[in-house]
C-alpha cells in the first residue's frame, strides 16, 4: 500500500520556494526603482538644459510661424517648439532607462515592449518633422498661389490657394505616416482617386464658369505690348485715352465718361493708335 504524501512537507517546500523567489526578485525590484529615479532626475535635467539652450537661441521663431498658420488657429492652441523638443527628449531618455529597469527585473516580454517603443521614437520624431515642414511649406504655397491668382484678377484666388493648401498639407500628411512606418497604400490610392476627380470636376466647372476671365489672360500676353498708358486710341465708336492697364482689361477716359474695356476685345476689334 503506498504511504500518503507528508503534506506537511509539501507545504513547507512550496513556502521555501516562494521565500527564495521573493528574495531574489526584492533586489530586483528596488535596483528597477533606483534606475527609474535616476532616469528621471536625468531626463529632467536634459528637458531644463534644452528648454533654455534653444529659447536663447530663438528656436520657437518657427513656432510662432506655425502658430499664425489658419489651421492652427483653428485649433485653438499654440505651439512652444523648444518645449515641445525637450518634451521628446525628456520621455525618449526615461524610455531608455526603462528599457534597462525592465531588463534589471529579468522579464523578457516588458523588456521587448520597451525596446519597440525605444526604436519606434526616432521614427516618430522624424515624421514629426517633416509635418511640421510641410505644414509651412503648404502655407508658403498657399499664400504665394492666392497672391497670384489675385494679381491675374482670378475670382476665387482664395479657394484656389486653400486647395492647395489641403492637397500638399495631405501629401505631406501621408508621407510623414510613412516615415513613422505605417502602411499608407490604401490611403495613397483613395487619395489619388479622390483628388483626381475633385480636381478634374473643379477644372471643368472652373474653366466654364471663368472663360472670360482667361481669355482676357491669355489676350493680354499679346495686346499689353502694343499698348500703354496716355496713349490716344480708338476702339468701334469709342475714343479716349489709356490711363489703366492691367491683366485683364485697359482702362479708357473719353471727353464724357471712363470705360473699361476687357483686353480680349483688342484681338478681335479694329483698334485705330493715334500718335
Not at 503506498?2 to 531574489?24: C, G, H, K, M, W
Request: net charge positive; glycine share 6%; charged share 15%.
Amino acid at each position: 500500500m503506498n504511504s500518503l504524501p507528508n503534506l506537511a512537507e509539501i507545504l513547507r517546500n512550496t513556502f521555501y520556494t516562494l521565500i527564495s523567489q521573493f528574495v531574489d526578485f526584492v533586489p530586483r525590484v528596488i535596483g528597477c526603482f533606483v534606475i527609474l529615479a535616476i532616469g528621471y532626475l536625468v531626463a529632467r535635467g536634459v528637458k531644463i538644459v534644452i528648454t533654455q539652450i534653444l529659447s536663447r537661441v530663438g528656436f520657437d521663431r518657427i513656432g510662432d510661424k506655425l502658430n499664425e498658420i489658419g489651421i492652427i488657429k483653428q485649433l485653438k492652441t499654440e505651439i512652444s517648439l523648444s518645449d515641445l523638443v525637450a518634451k521628446v527628449f525628456f520621455y525618449y531618455i526615461l524610455l531608455i532607462f526603462l528599457t534597462f529597469a525592465a531588463d534589471t527585473l529579468g522579464v523578457e516580454t516588458i523588456t521587448t515592449m520597451v525596446l519597440s517603443l525605444v526604436n519606434f521614437i526616432p521614427k516618430l520624431i522624424a515624421g514629426a518633422v517633416l509635418l511640421q515642414i510641410g505644414i509651412m511649406l503648404s502655407d508658403a504655397i498657399r499664400n504665394g498661389l492666392t497672391a497670384l491668382c489675385k494679381s491675374f484678377n482670378i475670382a476665387s484666388a482664395k479657394l484656389i490657394g486653400n486647395l492647395a493648401f489641403v492637397f500638399f498639407l495631405i501629401i505631406t500628411f501621408l508621407t510623414a505616416l510613412r516615415q513613422v512606418g505605417l502602411e499608407t497604400t490604401m490611403l495613397e490610392s483613395s487619395f489619388i482617386l479622390i483628388i483626381g476627380g475633385a480636381v478634374a470636376a473643379f477644372a471643368i466647372g472652373y474653366g466654364i464658369a471663368s472663360r472670360d476671365v482667361l481669355a482676357n489672360i491669355i489676350s493680354s500676353f499679346y495686346s499689353k505690348k502694343n499698348y500703354r498708358e496716355g496713349q490716344m486710341i480708338k476702339i468701334d465708336d469709342m475714343k479716349g485715352v489709356i490711363t489703366k492697364i492691367d491683366n485683364t482689361s485697359v482702362t479708357i477716359h473719353t471727353d464724357t465718361s471712363t470705360i473699361i474695356i476687357p483686353l480680349q476685345l483688342f484681338q478681335t476689334k479694329h483698334v485705330e493708335i493715334f500718335n
